[in-house]
């Protein structure tokens, strides 16, 4: 049985001085960082689309994450208010959902499962 190998892979290793701007380059394409250099250097799309979702920064992530919590304390708030009359019944059944829309949004950002 023949097995096949793989041809070693060709690194590369930025200079010191661009290495944070390489990787936020990468970063912001949402490719990997193969298909960012093969369309870097090559000028074509990669061969087939990227499986890796655009990740954000960690202060990107922090935020949302903070607003999520926010959304849910603001929940939990409006669910301690006392309805009275129709209006109010009303304005607070759309705030929930515009709480829940909030938080699917803020969820599919950070990249999570309901």
């Given at each position: 049985?023949?097995?096949?190998?793989?041809?070693?892979?060709?690194?590369?290793?930025?200079?010191?001085?661009?290495?944070?701007?390489?990787?936020?380059?990468?970063?912001?394409?949402g490719l990997s960082v193969n298909a960012f250099i093969t369309q870097s250097v090559f000028g074509s799309a990669p061969p087939r689309p990227s499986r890796r979702s655009p990740r954000h920064s960690l202060l990107d992530q922090q935020v949302l994450a903070r607003l999520l919590g926010e959304a849910a304390r603001l929940r939990s708030s409006l669910e301690t208010l006392p309805v009275e009359g129709e209006r109010q019944a009303l304005l607070h059944e759309e705030a929930a959902v515009a709480l829940q829309d909030i938080r699917t949004l803020l969820m599919q950002a950070l990249g999570r499962e309901r």
């Open positions: 049985m023949t097995e096949k190998s793989r041809e070693a892979p060709i690194s590369y290793r930025p200079p010191e001085a661009l290495r944070e701007e390489f990787r936020a380059r990468v970063e912001q394409s």
